[in-house]
């Protein structure tokens, strides 16, 4: 069985006991998250699709760990002006392993 669901925003599909790397949750680590937001089912060959969502579909997950993803530079420069502005960014993750899948 497989699922594409909408986490913050983005669509993954996911199968159960798969690890998915997603923007940070707010849920604490070791905790269990239900996603409602089931844009599509397949099961055995059959396609469930929803108008926005499956009905009564939701995935099951656990949050694994919070970490930080890998570093960006931001770097603006201004040519002759004597602007330099370096910066980096971090963004922050979640990992999340599915359970299950409930149709």
Do not use: T, W
Not at 24 to 34: G, K, M, P, W
């Amino acid at each position: 069985m497989e699922a594409i669901v909408q986490i913050g925003g983005r669509q993954y599909r996911v199968k159960p006991n798969q690890k998915v790397v997603v923007d940070r949750l707010s849920a604490a680590e070791n905790e269990e998250v239900v996603f409602e937001q089931v844009k599509a089912l397949l099961d055995d060959g059959s396609l469930k699709v929803g108008a926005s969502a499956v009905e009564s579909a939701q995935v099951v997950g656990k949050v694994l760990r919070h970490f930080k993803g890998g570093k960006v530079v931001v770097f603006k420069k201004k040519r002759r002006k004597g602007y330099r502005v370096k910066r980096g960014h971090r963004q922050p993750l979640s990992q999340v392993e599915i359970v299950s899948i409930h149709a």
